[in-house]
């Protein structure tokens, strides 16, 4: 019997209004992410206006006001990255957090073209009194926790592959993603990429908006505020796409696949193991991390000869930064950064 029609993916909901949704990225063979199958995630409804330029201002020597064709016309620059919400695979810890409940979808890839923050905050002058650069969004604003804002250090605001980006994969941004205008923070969890980004202000203080000074926090404890800090640079991760868990198996060969990134230095290699870590197996990578140091990596290994029983099949990707992915990830109250080794349960018959 042929199928109707052809066979689709499709996004999954985990929450409405807003819009929270999860891409199915096991499923995903190609190395970007196509941009209907991107996940979303937003801390407020979308906006009901829309943000037509953006302005540079703060402790700057000359602000500016630009329009998106004046920021279009310049010299533009593109950066393949994927992008990681911290709140990925938090349903995977232990005890369990609150929050959006995430799964694995919450990481979705594309190439982002657009001008660099730097040269914007260049052209304005930055003053030397500046200590931070805060994107503002416009979406929430007059609630309680203010519209959507983010503050990046100085050294990250000036790095040139920071962007104000106008098209991703290609096409200008959707309005869902940000649309016309969003921040693109390479090898950063994405909260700091703020869609429908307004207004930069350059600030001599540290900022205090919510999603800056209480969200986005590490918090170690359960009941105590003691220890925080604030979420940054991507772990170092890994996800097996093909066998899925809980899957039953043919004997015979599989290739086990899937994907590592991290967001310092580059992924230095991928081992699976299927025997619960005692021996460690190479995975052949698929792009060379060098080439586009924020991307992921697509990686496999070929299993032989598998016999019928139980079997976990764990991933786990270290870095050129030294960093190697944990047994167990760091329990944190809001679920930001899980990054434990990566399994998959199978049964062979
Ligand atoms: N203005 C604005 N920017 C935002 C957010 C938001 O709610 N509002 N969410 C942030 C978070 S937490 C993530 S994970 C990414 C999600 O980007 P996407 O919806 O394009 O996938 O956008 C970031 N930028
Ligand atoms: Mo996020």
Same mark, same amino acid.
């Given at each position: 019997?042929?199928?109707?029609?052809?066979?689709?993916?499709?996004? @999954?909901?985990?929450?409405?209004?807003?819009?929270?949704?999860?891409?199915?990225?096991?499923?995903?063979?190609?190395?970007?992410?196509?941009?209907?199958?991107?996940?979303?995630?937003?801390?407020?409804?979308?906006?009901?206006? @829309?943000?037509?330029?953006?302005?540079?201002?703060?402790?700057?020597?000359?602000?500016?006001?630009?329009?998106?064709?004046?920021?279009?016309?310049?010299?533009?620059?593109?950066?393949?990255?994927?992008?990681?919400?911290?709140?990925?695979?938090?349903?995977?810890?232990?005890?369990?957090?609150?929050?959006?409940?995430?799964?694995?979808?919450?990481?979705?890839?594309?190439?982002?073209?657009?001008?660099?923050?730097?040269?914007?905050?260049?052209?304005?002058?930055?003053?030397?009194?500046?200590?931070?650069?805060?994107?503002?969004?416009?979406?929430?604003?007059? @609630?309680?926790?203010?519209?959507?804002?983010?503050?990046?250090?100085?050294?990250?605001?000036?790095?040139?592959?920071?962007?104000?980006?106008?098209?991703?994969?290609?096409?200008?941004?959707?309005?869902?993603?940000?649309?016309?205008?969003?921040?693109?923070?390479?090898?950063?969890?994405?909260?700091?990429?703020?869609?429908?980004?307004? *207004?930069?202000?350059?600030?001599?203080?540290?900022?205090?908006?919510?999603?800056?000074?209480?969200?986005?926090?590490?918090?170690?404890?359960?009941?105590?505020?003691?220890?925080?800090?604030?979420?940054?640079?991507?772990?170092?991760?890994?996800?097996?796409?093909?066998?899925?868990?809980?899957?039953?198996? @043919?004997?015979?060969?599989?290739?086990?696949?899937?994907?590592?990134?991290?967001?310092?230095?580059?992924?230095?290699?991928?081992?699976?193991?299927?025997?619960?870590?005692?021996?460690?197996?190479?995975?052949?990578?698929?792009?060379?991390?060098?080439?586009?140091?924020?991307?992921?990596?697509?990686?496999?290994?070929?299993?032989?000869?598998?016999?019928?029983?139980?079997?976990?099949?764990?991933? *786990?990707?270290?870095?050129?930064?030294?960093?190697?992915?944990?047994?167990?990830?760091?329990?944190?109250?809001?679920?930001?950064?899980?990054?434990?080794?990566?399994?998959?349960?199978?049964?062979?018959?």
């Amino acid at each position: 019997m042929k199928p109707s029609r052809p066979q689709q993916l499709f996004r @999954k909901t985990v929450t409405m209004q807003p819009e929270n949704q999860s891409s199915p990225v096991r499923w995903i063979t190609d190395w970007m992410t196509p941009d209907g199958l991107w996940y979303r995630r937003n801390h407020y409804n979308y906006p009901a206006s @829309k943000v037509d330029g953006l302005q540079v201002v703060g402790a700057v020597r000359c602000p500016l006001t630009l329009s998106c064709e004046d920021i279009r016309s310049r010299p533009a620059k593109s950066v393949v990255s994927v992008m990681e919400c911290a709140g990925n695979r938090r349903t995977l810890f232990r005890p369990r957090v609150y929050g959006v409940p995430w799964n694995e979808g919450a990481i979705s890839q594309a190439e982002w073209t657009g001008v660099p923050l730097r040269d914007l905050l260049q052209e304005a002058g930055i003053c030397s009194t500046a200590r931070e650069v805060v994107c503002w969004g416009i979406d929430g604003e007059g @609630k309680d926790k203010g519209p959507f804002a983010r503050s990046l250090p100085l050294g990250k605001s000036l790095h040139p592959d920071t962007l104000v980006a106008y098209a991703q994969n290609g096409r200008l941004l959707s309005p869902e993603h940000g649309a016309p205008l969003r921040l693109i923070v390479p090898g950063w969890y994405a909260m700091a990429s703020v869609k429908w980004l307004s *207004r930069i202000e350059v600030v001599t203080e540290q900022f205090q908006g919510y999603y800056q000074k209480e969200d986005y926090h590490y918090y170690p404890f359960p009941h105590s505020d003691e220890g925080k800090r604030p979420v940054t640079v991507l772990r170092v991760n890994s996800l097996i796409r093909y066998p899925h868990d809980f899957s039953v198996l @043919k004997t015979g060969h599989h290739r086990v696949e899937g994907l590592a990134w991290t967001g310092k230095g580059v992924i230095r290699r991928v081992e699976v193991s299927v025997d619960r870590g005692e021996h460690w197996h190479r995975a052949r990578l698929q792009q060379r991390p060098w080439d586009h140091p924020y991307a992921w990596v697509q990686w496999s290994w070929n299993w032989k000869d598998l016999q019928p029983g139980k079997y976990e099949i764990w991933s *786990r990707a270290a870095d050129t930064a030294g960093r190697m992915q944990p047994l167990r990830a760091k329990w944190n109250r809001k679920g930001y950064g899980y990054n434990a080794v990566c399994r998959s349960r199978v049964q062979v018959e």
